[in-house]
């Protein structure tokens, strides 16, 4: 990043379109425009179906606009980089290898070479030692303990399986952290106690997290901004919008680290019925003009730039 471009990420005029039948084509995602700074946490939420995983794999390099670019770091995003770690609902786990061999191993992958691995070279043992080392490190920062590295992931709780998934990818030290849907198959207790520890990870390491989540509270929670992508909008002209847009692009008040209380506090419920009504769950579709984008950052569809971009 430098001082003409200070945004970590910029997605810029990004559409998905799929071919429907020989002459026709679906399209999924419209026209978006979403620029983000380096340590943000920024949540996506929407209704099922609107692009929200398809979003996240554009940034994170697995999958490819029809239209437009995404840029991470000064550079369009043209396949899967070490830079931009990934965490899925269902935790991305190798079977056949413990828990100190799941963390570890984007270490050895990255900086051993096959015929290296075969033949055991001093390297193989220099590399595999410092990665696993590495790997207890995080494997004890993450809650688990030391004979819990023994372990396979069948042997584990959904709870302790995520939180290995978490260790694997913040082993490689991203720059930016994409989670889809992390939280979604556990139960609330637990649920909360990775939320927590997901809060205290970002505020100690200050990476860039991009949240995709169907839970509002959560978005809320552990934010700092919040966009709302959806499909469930109209022209002027009252017909029916084409692909989702970003709805809402609103900041959340609370700071960095919000404590629990403040899920009851005016500011969070205000918040938290505006975004349910414009993007979730609308009585009445909005037009463009009406897109609700208070981030300073923001990029509305009509008006470009909504305010001036805050410092970098």
Same mark, same amino acid.
């Given at each position: ?7 970590? !990420? ?5 559409? %998905?379109? +799929?071919?429907?039948?020989? $002459? ?8 978006? $425009? ?24 554009? %940034? ?16 369009? %995003? ?12 269902? +935790? ?14 984007? %270490? ?5 070479? /096959? ?36 372990? +396979? ?23 930016? &952290? ?19 520890? /997901? ?16 839970? &509002?509270?959560?978005?809320?929670? /552990? ?40 899920? +009851? ?19 009445? /579709? ?8 208070? $981030? ?13 971009? !805050?410092?970098?």
């Amino acid at each position: 990043m430098n001082g003409s471009n200070p945004f970590l !990420i910029k997605i810029d005029g990004v559409g %998905v379109s +799929y071919p429907k039948g020989r $002459h026709t084509v679906k399209t999924v995602i419209g026209d978006v $425009h979403l620029d983000i700074r380096a340590g943000e946490f920024v949540t996506v939420v929407g209704p099922t179906g609107c692009g929200k995983s398809t979003l996240l794999r554009m %940034v994170f390099g697995s999958q490819f606009p029809s239209i437009g670019t995404v840029i991470f770091d000064g550079k369009q %995003v043209e396949g899967i980089d070490r830079d931009r770690g990934i965490v899925f609902q269902k +935790y991305g786990l190798m079977p056949n290898c413990t828990v100190l061999q799941n963390v570890a191993f984007g %270490v050895e992958l990255e900086e051993i070479n /096959l015929p290296q691995r075969i033949l055991m070279l001093p390297k193989f043992w220099r590399v595999r030692k410092r990665g696993r080392d590495l790997a207890r490190d995080l494997i004890a920062k993450i809650g688990l303990k030391i004979e819990d590295e023994d372990k +396979y992931p069948h042997e584990l709780s959904g709870g302790m399986r995520q939180r290995v998934a978490m260790a694997q990818a913040l082993i490689m030290r991203p720059k930016l &952290l994409l989670m889809d849907e992390p939280f979604g198959a556990l139960d609330q207790g637990v649920r909360k106690g990775m939320q927590l520890l /997901l809060q205290k990870w970002w505020n100690d390491c200050g990476m860039t997290v991009m949240f995709v989540t169907h839970d &509002l509270e959560e978005a809320l929670f /552990l934010g700092t901004r919040i966009v709302g992508l959806s499909q469930l909008w109209i022209n002027d002209d009252g017909t029916p919008g084409e692909g989702s847009l970003l709805l809402a692009d609103k900041i959340v008040p609370g700071g960095r680290v919000k404590p629990d209380s403040f899920k +009851y506090t005016p500011e969070c419920n205000a918040l938290l019925q505006r975004i349910r009504h414009d993007v979730l769950e609308p009585d009445d /579709l909005l037009r463009p003009e009406q897109f609700d984008h208070d $981030h300073p950052d923001a990029w509305h569809p009509i008006t470009g730039r909504v305010a001036t971009p !805050i410092a970098a």
